[in-house]
T-cell receptor, first 115, second 113 residues
């Protein structure tokens, strides 16, 4: 079985540009979450989606948005990029059993560099 | 955003030694997770703890969920070179399908052969 796949693996963008990151969850996992990991820090929660609806949002500005598609894959969009948006963006998928989130499997991430 | 407390930032041990890592929080969690991250990769789940007081082992790894639900520890026994990496603790306070992981800053473990 394929794990969580993210694309692209690396990306360089200029300040002010827009970026779209993509994630495919493990087959059967209906919940997808996004995390930002700045160098030297632990991952920080950005969004959780379940059944195509936003179920949670972290402390990130409105420049960050996401969506989930009918096949449970997801996109993270960031507008008006700032230098501080440079980070590893991680996607995690999880099954929902009896209404509860159980276990998170992370992808290898997308390394975004803003110059 | 909130982060769990992990210290020290780095640990250096000799191959074959045991090492323990603590993680504390000002908030309670229903689940504690320990992850290992290698350079250029995403975090990989090592152990998950679901009940206060629970002690769980996975090979040379042992972890416990503190009875106050505000702390956890991870112990690695008989360390080997491939144990090198960054170890993160994470707390989960799940409310149905709404949930998020709160991570510590991580501990970088180095193992001298």
């Amino acid at each position: 079985d394929a794990g969580v796949t993210q694309s692209p693996t690396h990306l360089i963008k200029t300040r002010g540009q827009h970026v779209t990151l993509r994630c495919s969850p493990i087959s059967g996992h209906k919940s997808v979450s996004w995390y930002q990991q700045v160098l030297g820090q632990g991952p920080q929660f950005i969004f959780q989606y379940y059944e195509k609806e936003e179920r949670g949002r972290g402390n990130f500005p409105d420049r960050f948005s996401a969506r989930q598609f009918p096949n449970y894959s997801s996109e993270l969009n960031v507008n008006a990029l700032l230098l501080g948006d440079s980070a590893l963006y991680l996607c995690a998928s999880s099954p929902i059993l009896r209404g509860l989130t159980t276990g998170y499997t992370f992808g290898s991430g997308t390394r975004l560099t803003v110059v | 955003g909130q982060q769990l407390n992990q210290s020290p930032q780095s640990m250096f041990i000799q191959e074959g030694e045991d090492v323990s890592m603590n993680c504390t929080s000002s908030s309670i969690f229903n689940t504690w997770l320990w992850y290992k991250q290698d350079p250029g990769e995403g975090p990989v789940l090592l152990i998950a703890l679901y009940k206060a007081g629970e002690l769980t082992s996975n090979g040379r790894l042992t972890a416990q969920f503190g009875i106050t639900r505000k702390d956890s520890f991870l112990n690695i026994s008989a360390s080997i070179p491939s144990d090198v990496g960054i170890y993160f603790c994470a707390g989960l306070l799940s409310a149905g399908a709404n949930s998020k992981l709160t991570f510590g800053k991580g501990i970088t473990l180095s193992v001298r052969p």
